[in-house]
T-cell receptor, first 111, second 113 residues
């Protein structure tokens, strides 16, 4: 059965800390892995990682994909209170017609 | 502005009273999908559509219906809502045929009493 597992479930850090969020997956015919940020509304797209793009960086956020070990990490450096959100990992498959989502990591950044 | 629009944002209803949640996208996407999000369970797909008049079940289709008569619209219908359908619902769309993320609507929080 295809599945995506995220850890930890929740995380509380202080402003300025660095955090690492984990996503492991077992999905048939992997196409891409995506990270989303969800505040009190719709998930917003952060990164897409594929076989030809296994590292992405945008400002304080970066992500890598390990296709051999079937996992990805999302790093956030110098965290700010605005980083508080649920971070979702999703995997797209060539054979399926859906994205497989993890249950998310809830990040709280305290001033 | 490219977007997925859902309505209503909040809905409280009673058991058995039929309701429809609308979803519209202006990006000319072929693929559209409905998800429900519940604590501890994440996002689960209800139905999806690969194009006009083409719909299929996702992981949790029981109690829901959809239709895709036009490319831009993909309404979610609950013929006889029950309390276990209380949830946060998201409509999403994407371009097909390549590497494309899902674009989400702002969600509909449904409460069935």
């Amino acid at each position: 059965e295809d599945k995506v597992v995220q850890s930890p479930l929740s995380l509380v850090v202080h402003e300025g800390d660095t955090v690492t969020l984990n996503c492991s997956y077992e999905v048939t015919n992997f196409r891409s892995l995506l990270w989303y940020k969800q505040e009190k509304k719709a998930p917003t797209f952060l990164f897409m990682l594929t076989s030809s793009g296994i590292e992405k960086k945008s400002g304080r956020l970066s992500s890598i994909l390990d296709k051999k070990e079937l996992f990805s990490i999302l790093n956030i450096t110098a965290t700010q209170t605005g980083d508080s959100a649920i971070y979702l990992c999703a995997v797209d498959s060539f054979t399926g017609n859906q994205f497989y989502f993890g249950t998310g990591t809830s990040l709280t950044v305290i001033p | 502005e490219a977007q997925v629009t859902q309505n209503p944002r909040y809905l409280i209803t009673v058991t058995g009273k039929k309701l429809t949640v609308t979803c519209s996208q202006n990006m000319n996407h072929e693929y559209m999908s409905w998800y429900r999000q519940d604590p501890g369970l994440g996002l689960r797909q209800i139905y999806y559509s690969m194009n006009v008049e083409v719909t299929d079940k996702g992981d949790v289709p029981e109690g829901y219906k959809v239709s895709r008569k036009e490319k831009r619209n993909f309404p979610l219908i609950l013929e006889s809502p029950s309390p276990n359908q209380t949830s946060l619902y998201f409509c999403a769309s994407r371009q097909t045929g390549g590497y494309s993320p899902l674009h989400f609507g702002n969600g509909t929080r449904l409460t069935v009493t």
